[in-house]
């Protein structure tokens, strides 16, 4: 069984840091592509940074560009965030969403395949 | 960035119902298209992949359709476990990958 196990999340003042850590197990970690997702309170989803299961590709919007850092440590099926310089506005549940590429009509579409149950992160004076 | 807007923004149904959802893209996103359920307190679950492609385990009363820039999510007889919250998703661009503000699926 897949499972995706988030810790970490916390109450920190403004321009503070965290960092948030996913547990991995179920399937073979080192060949999946690993994001981060978070959801502020009532409100969508946001995908905010992603990592190639060979750690040489990573990406990040552009509003966490600067301030967080993903990374993924494959021999012990973790992967990371290093959040820095937090603002109210990085208040949201914190998701570690596996990904893959399928393929469909010769395209290879990353798909959102495994989630974990978040990690709440709540920065406020 | 590529914006993916959802309609409605919640909608009410009664069990048997069919329900449809539009995602409309900003630009042309190929077939890069996904569709993922969020039942209440719990995280999102893939449900479509590729605009029509039913994820393993899914049931075939979902299905999805579209090309280009509109897209639709249908349940063919809502059942009493579909209500949640459904985000369309967008990978053809990374810079960044998007989804819809969502659509909520509430009981008549």
């Known amino acids: 069984e897949v499972q995706l196990v988030e810790s970490g999340g916390h109450l920190v003042q403004p321009g503070g840091s965290l960092r948030l850590a996913c547990a991995a197990s179920?399937?073979?970690?080192?060949?999946?592509?690993m994001n981060w997702v978070r959801q502020a309170p009532g409100k969508g989803l946001e995908w905010i940074s992603y990592?190639?299961?060979?750690?040489?590709?990573?990406y990040y919007t552009d509003s966490v560009k600067g301030r967080f850092t993903i990374s993924k440590d494959d021999a012990n099926n973790s992967l990371y965030l290093q959040m820095n310089s937090l603002r109210a506005e990085d208040t949201a549940v914190y998701y570690c969403v596996g990904g893959s590429g399928k393929y469909s009509y010769g395209s290879r579409i990353q798909t959102f395949d495994y989630w974990g149950q978040g990690t709440v992160v709540t920065v406020s004076s | 960035d590529i914006q993916m807007t959802q309609s409605p923004s919640s909608l009410s149904a009664s069990v048997g119902d069919r329900v449809t959802i539009t995602c409309r893209a900003s630009?042309?996103?190929?077939?890069?298209l996904n569709w993922y359920q969020q039942r209440p307190g719990k995280a999102p679950k893939l449900l479509i992949y590729g605009i029509s492609i039913l994820q393993t385990g899914v049931p075939s009363r979902f299905s999805g359709s579209g090309s280009g820039t509109d897209f639709t999510l249908t349940i063919s007889s809502l059942q009493p476990e579909d209500f949640a919250t459904y985000y369309c998703?967008?990978?053809?661009?990374?810079?960044?990958?998007?989804f819809g503000q969502g659509t909520k699926v509430e009981i008549k």
């Open positions: 990592i190639s299961g060979s750690s040489s590709t990573i």
């Open positions: 998703h967008q990978t053809y661009s990374i810079l960044p990958w998007t």
């Open positions: 630009q042309t996103i190929s077939n890069y």
């Open positions: 179920g399937f073979t970690f080192s060949r999946y592509n």
